[in-house]
């Protein structure tokens, strides 16, 4: 095989030489002046950005438990698309200053596109996807740089590296993608995810490696800072559900008050009010409940704010030490490598064993319209969709209390076919932290691999909720025992999700096609949206035998 340059991308690099050959151009580490091109500065690669990795306040990072759903989409393409493609140098912003990793890259995609023979093409193939992570642990660090070159951007997020791999309609579709970031919901393209990551403005994510934190004072205030930010969150939530209480229990008072107190005149005797009817001695009898009810919630929130102060106080003076700790540079570099590493394991799961790991977009793997890519609008639409039906999809249970948190969705640059949750939440923030889940940005079937990812976050906040007895106690406790009771084999959590999917795409539709426990426990666990029960209650008996289980729950408060 010749180790001839392709004529076009020799094209794009403008710098070929006589023989053909591919020169060393800007992709080499001496000639772009790269003294040590695995270990580059922090201020060079980042600019203007805080390397103390402090965040300056909560905004989008943090969590809104007022929030009770996703805000409408009204824009799903951008109104002024831009021609990224239409720039001859693309190919070579996209690789300039990449050191030998791009040298590599780029001798080995000549020789995948030129080989003719399968089995040449098969091992160019694969030598260019291990070559191909290398270099784009490399980009990702440049990326984030405020002045970085849209291609490298691109490259990352979207794994495009040469125009001529993609036909005109394609590259079309890409310059369509809302490129900026104005949706104020937790998701998230991994160019901006890193960035946040560098910017300290979310922690890293969490790997199965014990990595050794002593003398990292940076690591355990970190985790210090999620610990109180936990604490506060929680008790923020108590406070605002108790002050929530009381006043429910002052309107239900007021309106007795009235009631008992509005009387019609005694027949037969001009401006004597009558003596209190049945209904009003039963409601003044009442009056005393409500009060007592009251002063208890009053009680409650008074210790609730007394708690507030205490855990606001202990945040923000874990805050200011933070404020005091000397940034690392290296530390700083090596968390950043490390968070692209996990985004790298999370595609890999997105994409499964058997799937298409090639990491660059190309035409041949790469269909459908813009509908069909987990952009981050559709991917919102499709989320609020989900919750529409199963409503309690991102609740999370904390002393007796719903909150609702949506976890951090990760668009990852692959052509898998599901999305994975990667962890249900911060481990030092079990009360508000977010969790973190992949979506992979080409999937055959975009609500699948959405839906995909949602039984996966469901499973692992329950699992982990039940903690040692997930096998005995609440919806993984439950399922469990019906999986092992009707013998079956293969993975619990697999079938529950796949079960998942059906009890959102078609019990919600009135088709039955679960077993009638897994129902059963579905709608007690799981329940659908209000509307929706309401709507199945007249579709088959045995929605309507659910849905009167329901009502008896209800009545005996044991729901």
């Known amino acids: 095989m010749s180790d001839e340059m392709d004529p076009e991308i020799a094209a794009l690099l403008g710098s070929g030489t006589q023989d053909g050959r591919a020169a060393k151009g800007p992709q080499s580490g001496a000639a772009a002046g790269v003294s040590n091109p695995r270990a580059p500065d922090f201020d060079t690669l980042f600019g203007d950005l805080d390397s103390g990795g402090e965040s300056h306040g909560r905004g989008e990072f943090g969590v809104d438990l007022s929030r009770k759903g996703f805000a409408p989409i009204t824009q799903f393409e951008s109104d002024t698309p831009v021609d990224y493609f239409a720039d001859p140098e693309f190919y070579k912003k996209a690789l300039a200053n990449e050191g030998e990793e791009a040298q590599k890259v780029h ?72 490129f900026q970031k104005g949706i104020d919901e937790p998701v998230y393209y991994v160019d901006e995810w890193i960035r946040a990551v560098a910017t300290g403005q979310v922690k890293a994510s969490s790997t199965d490696e014990v990595k050794s934190s002593k003398g990292d004072d940076r690591s355990r205030i970190n985790a210090g800072i999620q610990k109180a930010q936990g604490k506060r969150d929680a008790v923020e939530g108590i406070l605002k559900s108790k002050a929530e209480e009381r006043k429910n229990l002052e309107s239900a008072l007021v309106a007795r008050v009235e009631l008992v107190c509005a009387h019609e005149n005694q027949p037969g005797l001009l401006h004597v009010p009558a003596p209190y009817t049945e209904s009003q001695k039963k409601t003044s009898t009442e009056l005393m409940d409500i009060l007592r009810r009251m002063m208890a919630a009053d009680k409650a929130l008074a210790q609730s704010i007394a708690e507030f102060k205490e855990a606001d106080a202990e945040l923000e003076s874990v805050m200011s030490k933070s404020k005091d700790l000397v940034g690392d540079t290296k530390a700083d570099l090596q968390t950043v490598a490390s968070e692209f590493e996990t985004i790298k394991q999370m595609l890999k799961l997105c994409i499964g064993r058997q799937g298409n790991h090639f990491p660059i977009l190309i035409k041949e793997y790469f269909h459908g319209s813009i509908r069909d890519v987990a952009t981050r609008e559709n991917v919102i639409k499709t989320l609020a969709w989900i919750e529409s039906i199963d409503i309690q999809a991102f609740m999370r249970p904390y002393k007796n209390a719903l909150n609702r ?113 897994v129902r059963a426990m579905f709608w007690r666990l799981m329940p659908f949206a209000q509307p929706i029960k309401d709507k199945l209650k007249t579709r088959s008996y045995v929605y309507q035998e659910l849905y009167q289980k329901d009502v008896n729950r209800s009545m005996s408060d044991g729901y």
């Open 107 to 178: 001798e080995l995609l000549s020789k995948f596109l030129k080989a003719a023979d399968p089995k040449d093409r098969g091992i160019y193939r694969q030598q260019l996807i291990g070559a191909w992570w290398y270099l784009a642990a490399r980009v990702a660090l440049h990326s984030i740089s405020p002045t970085a070159p849209l291609p490298k951007k691109l490259l990352v997020r979207f794994g495009t590296l040469l125009p001529n791999l993609l036909a005109p309609e394609q590259k079309e579709l890409i310059c369509k993608i809302v």
């Open 405 to 517: 948190i949506v976890p951090f969705i990760i668009l990852v640059p692959c052509y898998g076919d599901t999305g994975i949750c990667w962890e249900p939440f911060d481990r030092f923030n079990r009360a508000s932290s977010r969790g973190r889940v992949a979506i992979p940005l080409f999937p055959k079937n975009l609500n699948e691999a959405i839906l995909y990812a949602v039984a996966d976050l469901r499973w692992q906040v329950a699992k982990e909720k039940a903690s040692f007895y997930w096998m005995e106690e609440g919806l993984t406790g439950n399922y469990y025992q019906w999986f092992t009771a009707k013998k079956l084999k293969g993975d619990v959590k697999e079938f529950f999700i796949q079960d998942y999917m059906t009890w959102v795409t078609k019990e919600s539709e009135g088709m039955q096609k679960l077993d009638k426990e």
